[in-house]
């Protein structure tokens, strides 16, 4: 029996916490940062050492979507499904959500990998792009739809590595799980 793919997906990733999850499935990975020599600096230690094979296109403006090379590079992968995080969620993210959605992509924003300047400004601006079509999402619910279950063995460490770092009680009970049960 074939297994099925996981829906393909193109992350287009701003200054985002979490980026071990699209390495994990090789899932292509489009980094933008925004005035880096005058504003925002660059991009994250943390995630440049994750995204070791992924060069951040600098861009001036807020909206990617408006910047030729960074929504080039989207195009690129040939994607017509986002899955979109960054800083700032008012901006950054949902100015670039708006614009692919109006474009006819399918766009997933990842609501716990953004951040806003309040959590009242985070939430309007998740709703906002709710509205306008686009499907709010965890980092976790992400990862558990790449990964569709636990006995796909090229991408179990990874994922398994994951949740046990980042997913609290969950990860915990994952690692129980991998010590105490002993497959026959």
């Known amino acids: 029996m074939r297994q099925a793919r996981p829906i393909a997906k193109a ?16 899932v292509p990975v489009v980094v933008s940062t925004s005035a880096t020599k005058i504003y925002s600096g660059p991009l994250m230690p943390p995630l440049r050492a994750v995204l070791t094979n992924v060069v951040p296109i600098e861009r001036r403006n807020m909206n990617l979507w ?16 986002l899955v979109v995080a ?23 924003v990842v609501a716990d990998a953004c951040g806003g300047l309040t959590q009242d400004s985070h939430w309007a601006a998740l709703q906002r792009m709710q509205q306008a079509g686009a499907v709010l999402t965890s ?3 992400v990862l558990l739809e790449f990964q569709r279950d636990w006995t796909r063995r090229e991408t179990y460490e990874a994922a398994r590595a ?10 915990i009970g994952l690692d129980y799980a991998r010590d105490m049960i002993k497959p026959a």
């Not at 992350?11 to 090789?26: D, K, N, Y």
Request: hydrophobic fraction near 45%.
């Open 86 to 108: 960054g800083l700032l969620t008012e901006a950054c993210v949902s100015f670039p959500v708006l614009s692919a959605l109006a474009e006819g992509y399918r766009v997933r």
């Open 66 to 81: 408006e910047d030729e090379a960074a929504k080039a590079a989207v195009v690129a992968t040939g994607r017509r499904t």
């Open 11 to 26: 992350f287009v990733v701003q200054r985002w916490r979490w980026p071990r999850r699209p390495v994990a499935f090789s």
């Open 162 to 171: 994951i949740v046990v770092e980042h997913a609290g009680g969950y990860g």
């Open 139 to 141: 980092w976790l619910q």
